[in-house]
């Protein structure tokens, strides 16, 4: 066993043991935690998003995070995935705004065999990727028809194509640009073609070296094993070789706009979709957030919701084909977003009809057992988030890596057991003013 | 894995997995009466939740969430199933506000979802994938009820009327075969107790003889949709192939992992997407229905891709209905079919789902376990087999992209 790692646990909800966090001298850390059952999930979670680009290189944590299954030293570009898939596996990874992770999920295999080999090719891949030119494919000018070897880069593309497809990805992105002035978050993580098409491989490479450092991974490891077992496995095989830590920079936190701000965009389509964004607090303040999350379930989550009770079940006249609320996490500051779609020719109305009920919400108009039901409904999500081990191992993630402390999981269920009605009236006063939001419509040509 | 079956014949198959901290039931109600007109069972399965004698719509919302149970109802071609999910010490009141929903809906808020769904159904069109797949499923299934999709309804919701959807509650509530699923820690709770005290007065028809007919397609059919925005052109093209109940079902889940259902190690995972960067998703699908099954390929592409993905298509469907596939791939499809079907059935819920499925299709709710046997009887030649079986005219084609690039195809 390495020398000097730290151990620590937390009692993690609805496991029938406690989570193990080990901190390795490196900065490495890795988490174990137990649940029954044949399939097992590894994990590593990278501290880099989008949080850590800017104009010149918006895109490249996403673009890296294809690259990163091109092959390494050792195994060639696919072999990764035809090996493990092979075995059962579910390979994928993810990017967003604070983090980029990369994960497993596979059967143990007879002696557990196939989890070993899972564990030996994961480290392999997230400690020495070749990030090879011939599967990046030649930079190119966006348009030119003459590129023949159409690799990743042309991949990543057809990704963000798809998403120029999407009504309501396009309204969050103008949202999110207007909400946020100076902070990295308010470049769309995906990037933009032009910038993928030309990116040198240099540069990725370089990206990777800076990020990808013991102090900014996280390994997880979730599922029915010998946790001694796999503690040296994950420690031998996760050899950074003296690999330097990362530094990462402090950002300025972004505060609210002060005046409320609407963008108004056109499609070729047949009914209007609209998104309203607030700034929220930074993911390890953890009572707002908490707060927040309860007057998201309150106002519009689920069919006994304020927004779904009120402006659709009865509603004087059919106006929203949809309306909800969601409330995301940042380690900077998250967002909280009320959405809709609605009949095209009664747009001003909708806008109207939203403003009201949020502005019921922030004069303190939420009743005892609205409060209830959405605690009940949020302690109810650590049962749901208990149930699988990728999505345990992804909780656990998520703390890790935004908030920076696995305790606020034990944290959570305590503040939440100790908030009052009054905590959230006062919190919904404080972020969901009307002058504070931006909002970003979409209607017809 | 157990089974029960009630004083009414509805068979309860259980399975117990201890240190769970929900309880999953899935309660399937086999659809035997073709749709007559488009809408009418969607209508049906929206109101299930919108109200009953004792109960308003909005009351059960409220009861729901406030014990954070989850709980509803689902339509798919041959069948509506309820779903119930909640903590164990839930249990017995989410089977309280199931059978209520069950057995005393009122329908009263019919006029309500008519103007809802028809709402909703433009907006979910705005989506160029949904309407792609719209203008498929309508051509592959003509003029059968397994092709009423949203566009269908909406040229035939107005013609339903509430004495429609009551006569259609009150035969499936009388005459259909109905099968219950559960999955979860039970502790002290006497499963077979609960399921008499909720569910015996329900009436259970114990034959399952459908009479929705087999659909059919004659001839090749390509279905262009004009989107002039669309970034992306959608291209999905589908045969009739033989459905669950065929000895080849085994076989063509195998050459369906190999082809590109699964990962990212399928061919057309590797050879459209690795290779020639033409899309972020391409894949391939077996749709399993009760009187047919589809296989399909997808893929979503710049607009002047379209010619070089349709090639692409055909050197990979062609190259698998005539080159026998390697020994080596033919086992890595098979283990990883049977491996993620692990991953599949993690959850109770996921257990409930597919033992009610398996059931209600007559197999048995242990078919997963000869499944998988069958799975590993699978051969070189019976890939290569079936893959001439399902792909052979003739299919429908269906693209959607603007206009300027629908000239040429």
Not at chain 1, 68 to 86: N, P, Q, R, S, V
Not at chain 1, 258 to 268: C, F, N, T, V, W
Request: proline share 4%; net charge negative.
């Amino acid at each position: 066993m390495e020398n000097n790692i730290k151990k620590t646990e937390i009692e993690y909800p609805y496991l029938t043991k406690p989570v193990e966090i080990y901190e390795r001298e490196n900065g490495h850390k890795i988490i174990l935690a137990h649940k029954e059952g044949g399939l097992v999930n590894i994990s590593s979670w990278v501290k880099t998003g989008s949080i850590n680009e800017n104009d010149a290189n918006n895109g490249i944590s996403h673009f890296l995070e294809h690259l990163m299954f091109k092959g390494t030293h050792k195994h060639k570009a696919g072999y990764f995935d035809k090996t493990l898939e092979a075995k059962g596996a579910i390979v994928n990874a993810a990017t967003w705004k604070d983090y980029t992770f990369y994960y497993v999920t596979l059967p143990q295999g007879p002696n557990g065999e196939y989890f070993k080999e899972a564990i030996e090719l994961h480290a392999d891949m997230m400690l020495d990727p070749v990030i090879p030119e011939d599967e990046i494919g030649p930079a190119f000018q966006l348009g030119d028809d003459t590129v023949s070897q159409k690799r990743e880069r042309h991949v990543v593309i057809e990704e963000i194509r798809m998403r120029q497809d999407q009504p309501w990805t396009k309204i969050y992105n103008n949202t999110n640009k207007h909400m946020y002035t100076q902070h990295p978050y308010k470049r769309d993580v995906i990037g933009f073609p032009e910038t993928i098409a030309s990116i040198p491989r240099e540069t990725i490479l370089d990206y990777y070296k800076t990020h990808y450092t013991p102090n900014n991974i996280t390994t997880i490891v979730a599922g029915d094993f010998d946790h001694e077992e796999i503690l040296e496995k994950v420690i031998k095989e996760f050899d950074f070789k003296g690999r330097a830590n990362a530094q990462n920079p402090i950002h300025k936190i972004d505060t609210p706009t002060q005046e409320e701000q609407y963008y108004e965009l056109k499609g070729k389509i047949s009914t209007g979709f609209a998104i309203t964004g607030w700034l929220g607090p930074v993911a390890n303040n953890i009572k707002d957030n908490i707060g927040l999350e309860i007057i998201n379930v309150i106002l519009g989550e689920g069919q006994s919701s304020r927004l779904y009770q009120n402006l659709i079940e009865k509603a004087d006249e059919p106006v929203f084909n949809v309306v909800a609320s969601d409330f995301y996490n940042f380690k900077d500051g998250g967002n909280f977003f009320i959405q809709a779609n609605f009949k095209a020719d009664k747009k001003e109305l909708a806008l109207n009809l939203i403003k009201k009920e949020l502005q019921k919400v922030v004069d303190g108009d939420i009743t005892e057992r609205e409060f209830k039901k959405a605690c009940k409904t949020l302690k109810c999500n650590f049962a749901e988030s208990s149930e699988r081990v990728s999505d345990i191992a992804e909780n656990i993630g998520y703390y890790m890596t935004v908030c920076d402390n696995l305790d606020l999981v034990e944290k959570y269920l305590e503040t939440l057991d100790s908030f009052t009605l009054e905590d959230v009236k006062n919190i919904a006063k404080q972020y969901l003013q009307i002058k504070n939001s931006v909002t970003t419509v979409l209607i017809p040509e | 894995m157990k089974k029960i079956i009630l004083e009414n014949n509805i068979p309860v198959v259980i399975k117990e997995n201890k240190n769970t901290p929900r309880i999953a039931l899935c309660f399937y109600f086999k659809l035997t009466e073709p749709e007559k007109k488009a809408g009418l069972y969607t209508l049906l399965n929206r109101l299930f939740l919108q109200g009953t004698s004792k109960r308003s719509a909005e009351d059960i919302a409220i009861e729901l969430d406030e014990n954070a149970i989850d709980c509803y109802s689902e339509m798919k071609h041959d069948f509506i199933r309820f779903k119930l999910q909640c903590l164990n010490e839930d249990f017995e009141k989410g089977l309280d506000i199931l059978s209520d929903i069950i057995k005393n809906s009122t329908l009263e808020e019919f006029e309500k979802e008519v103007i809802k769904l028809k709402g909703e159904i433009p907006a979910e069109m705005d989506e160029p994938k949904s309407k792609a797949m719209d203008g498929f499923y309508k051509n592959i299934f003509l003029n059968h009820p397994y092709g009423h999709t949203y566009t269908k309804i909406l040229e035939q919701i107005d013609d339903i009327t509430k004495p429609d959807v009551e006569e259609a509650y009150k035969n499936i509530l009388t005459n259909s075969p109905k099968v219950i699923s559960i999955a979860g820690d039970f502790e002290n709770k006497d499963i077979s107790e609960l399921m008499k005290k909720y569910f015996h007065d329900i009436k259970n028809k114990k034959e399952t003889i459908t009479n929705i007919p087999a659909p059919t397609l004659e001839d090749n059919k390509i279905v262009k949709i004009e989107k002039d925005d669309a970034a992306q052109a959608q291209i999905i093209q589908g045969w009739h192939v033989p459905t669950i109940y065929d000895k080849d079902y085994a076989a063509i889940m195998v050459m369906n992992t190999m082809l590109g259902s699964s990962g990212l190690s399928s061919r057309l995972f590797l050879e459209l997407r690795d290779k020639k960067g033409l899309a972020y998703v391409v894949r391939s699908s077996y749709e399993i229905y009760e009187k047919a099954a589809l296989f399909n390929v997808y893929i979503a592409t710049e607009p002047k891709n379209i010619k070089t993905s349709l090639e692409g298509f055909k050197v990979e469907l062609d190259k698998i209905k005539n080159v026998p596939v390697s020994k080596q791939e033919l086992e890595n499809a098979k283990n990883n079919l049977i491996g993620k079907r692990q991953f599949f059935t993690e959850t109770n819920l996921q257990q409930a789902s597919l033992m009610a499925f398996y059931e209600d299709k007559g197999l048995g709710a242990d078919f997963e376990d000869k499944l998988i046997e069958q799975i590993n009887k699978v051969t070189i030649e019976d890939i290569q087999r079936v893959a001439n079986v399902c792909i052979k005219e003739p299919s429908v084609l269906t693209i959607l992209a603007p206009s300027e690039y629908l000239k040429e195809v």
